[in-house]
């Protein structure tokens, strides 16, 4: 089975700073792997997806990230972060074959300083 | 934007009661999935459904139940709410296929008292 850690609960940064929100997956087959942002009392919205190709992904609102096989990770970095990105953020992936539902990560809150 | 709605947006409901949350998407997905999240952590599978008459459990164990009779609407129901299901539940949906995202209600925050 799949599994995702995201490795910081919280990540407090200044506003116009840049960030890097870590995910760390585990699979024995191939994976697709998404991040999503839950705002406050909202359901989940993506942010951007990995599925084949490109290793750098590039989503909404200015984020990226980097799928790295070696180290299994797909870690979602913004340059400069505002204060509307104030939420909480999830990592998830899904396999290829079998019953494909999303497995997710414990979220990192990400709280952005004036 | 996506085309999934749960009703309701927040419930309160005492203890014993019976209680059904509403998913429905406009999308024509195949699959569907009720995920629980308790406030600020993780969000669990309670159950899926691949399409009509299909449902299956998910990884955390739930005393709910679903049924899928039509695409579009996958409700869940609690014969007897009890306060240890005070949570958030998120209805999605997906077309069939792994590489395509879910699709996410906004969520109903059920408190039982």
């Known amino acids: 089975a799949q599994s995702v850690t995201q490795l910081d609960s919280q990540v407090p940064v200044f506003e116009e700073a840049p960030v890097e929100l870590r995910c760390n997956y585990s699979?024995?087959?191939?994976?697709?792997l998404f991040w999503y942002v839950q705002y406050p009392n909202q359901g989940l919205q993506l942010l951007l997806k990995y599925l084949s190709g490109s290793t750098l992904v590039k989503g909404i609102n200015g984020f990226e990230a980097e799928f790295n096989k070696s180290q299994t990770s797909f870690h979602l970095r913004k340059p400069s972060v505002h204060i509307s990105d104030t939420a909480e953020y999830f990592c998830?992936?899904?396999?290829?074959?079998?019953?494909?539902?999303?497995?997710f990560g414990s979220g990192t809150r990400l709280q952005v300083q004036p | 934007e996506a085309d999934i709605y749960q009703t309701p947006r927040y419930l309160v409901i005492g203890t014993g009661k019976k209680i059904t949350l509403e998913c429905s998407q406009t999308m024509g997905h195949d699959k569907m999935y009720w995920y629980q999240q308790d406030p600020g952590m993780e969000l669990h599978l309670i159950h899926y459904?691949?399409?009509?008459?299909?449902?299956e459990k998910g990884d955390l164990s739930s005393e709910s139940t679903v049924s899928r009779i039509r695409t579009e609407h996958f409700p869940l129901t609690l014969e007897s709410a009890r306060p240890s299901h005070t949570s958030q539940y998120l209805c999605?949906?997906?077309?069939?296929?792994?590489?395509?995202?879910?699709?996410f209600g906004q969520g109903t925050r059920l408190t039982v008292v």
């Open positions: 999605a949906s997906s077309r069939t296929g792994g590489d395509t995202e879910a699709f």
């Open positions: 459904s691949y399409g009509v008459n299909s449902t």
């Open positions: 699979s024995s087959v191939s994976v697709y």
């Open positions: 998830a992936v899904t396999i290829n074959t079998g019953r494909r539902a999303l497995t």
